[in-house]
């Protein structure tokens, strides 16, 4: 059934495939970042994933590589780098990295546009206005949470010991860069579980009361995709083409549910990773099928 009134807002330019790195420069020049603050992470400069991003883009003025960014990010976190993004005359950010890289960066979108310095000024705000354009290039190094497609920041508040959510369309990447270089290196059970996340963002998507016809399609593109390539690349992580087909999965599921927003599977899933820090696609993985089977007679209904 199609709703009566629906939004769908997915802005982002994708530059997907072989070489896709290499593109970050045209695009940054198309968006007038002229000196890009690069966030990622010391696991990914230790793996040799920041040098293949900074050596796809010579001719760029880097302004400052950050990568002292936890595996989950904080409030401090954002307002530190948001100083050294001015300090460096910064005018733009490129993101190398997993859900945590991607919403430290999301929130140091929201702090400069916003002409603050503190990110919990925007903390629970409706509605924040565009203000000042921050050009946002997002590169994910997995294939799970979607982020670089989604309008959600999730930092933790370390005082409060809680995390927060942040959803604006002002956080949401100009140009999202899905390399299939940069998730070759995973080992099979990150591959699986993250894989399972991006399955769980599809099917909740497709099954919630928000859904609309245009989440739909991006939902269902999104299960076919995981359906023929999630064990492959589980089971061969250099298989390219799983691996690339995965990681547009990935992009396609995290849109969908941005849109149409997840149900019952991450509600729980969430509650699981703070009380008993079970891994969030693990979380997916087991609550799938049940948090279904509890929705069937309400989908039946709609
Ligand atoms: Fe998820």
């Not at 927003?261 to 993985?285: K, T």
């Amino acid at each position: 059934m199609i709703p009566t009134y629906y939004e769908f807002t997915n802005p982002a330019k994708i530059c997907s495939g072989k070489g896709a790195l290499e593109h970050i420069p045209y695009e940054l020049k198309m968006l007038n970042g002229h000196c890009p603050m690069v966030l990622s992470d010391n696991t990914l400069k230790k793996l040799g994933l920041l040098d293949l991003l900074l050596e796809a883009m010579p001719e760029v003025a880097v302004g400052r590589v950050y990568t002292d960014i936890p595996t989950d990010s904080s409030v401090e976190t954002v307002n530190q780098i948001a100083r050294e993004y001015r300090a460096y005359g910064c005018d733009s950010i490129v993101a190398l990295g997993g859900g945590s890289v991607l919403d430290t960066a999301k929130g140091l979108k929201l702090v400069i546009s916003q002409h603050t310095d503190q990110l919990l000024d925007q903390m629970g705000c409706d509605c924040i206005p565009s203000g000042l354009k921050v050009p946002f290039i997002a590169v994910p190094t997995t294939a799970g949470t979607g982020s670089e497609a989604t309008a959600v920041a999730v930092i933790k508040n370390n005082e409060k010991r809680i995390k927060m959510e942040f959803i604006s369309e002002v956080v949401l990447p100009d140009v999202a860069v899905l390399d299939p270089r940069l998730t070759m290196g995973l080992p099979p059970r990150v591959t699986a579980a993250t894989g399972f996340d991006t399955l769980c963002h599809a099917v909740e998507a497709y099954s919630c009361l928000q859904k609309n016809p245009v989440s739909d399609a991006y939902a269902l593109a999104a299960v076919s995709m995981v359906s023929h390539n999630l064990l492959r690349a589980v089971e061969n992580g250099k298989d390219k083409e799983a691996r690339y087909a995965m990681a547009n999965a990935s992009y396609l599921a995290g849109a969908a549910f941005s849109n149409s927003m997840v149900g019952i599977v991450h509600a729980i899933g969430h509650a699981l990773g703070s009380i008993a820090h079970v891994p969030h696609g693990e979380a997916m993985a087991i609550l799938l099928p049940v948090g279904m089977r509890y929705n069937l007679k309400y989908c039946r209904e709609t």
